[in-house]
């Protein structure tokens, strides 16, 4: 398993610590693979999930550290989202 979705995990659970997530959101980033968030909190996986969320590996390490706005993202083409819109909102204030 790559470093990037190693480290994915750890942070999405970390920020997932407070509360669980009503659904379930699959990321796959460029190039390393694919991580999944559902009730019990992240895994690596690419299990099918409500909604799939693709960016490259730079982006969403942007997203993990704050640097970079979810929606702003999605309305500049650095994410694009396949599925259920909402679970992907829902998600988005995860990342503050």
């Known amino acids: 398993m790559s470093e990037v979705i190693n480290e994915a995990v750890a ?8 509360g669980g997530f009503d659904g379930s959101v699959k990321f796959e980033i460029e190039g390393e ?8 909190g992240a895994s690596a996986s690419d299990a099918e999930a409500d909604c799939t969320i693709s960016a490259s ?8 550290e704050g640097d970079l706005n979810p929606a702003g993202a999605f309305m500049s083409g650095k994410l ?11 998600l988005g204030s995860v990342f503050g």
């Open 11 to 18: 942070a999405l659970n970390a920020k997932l610590a407070d």
């Open 33 to 40: 693979g694919a991580v999944r968030v559902d009730e019990t």
């Open 57 to 64: 590996a730079e982006t969403f390490r942007r997203l993990l």
């Open 80 to 90: 694009k989202v396949d599925g259920d819109m909402g679970t992907a909102m829902r």
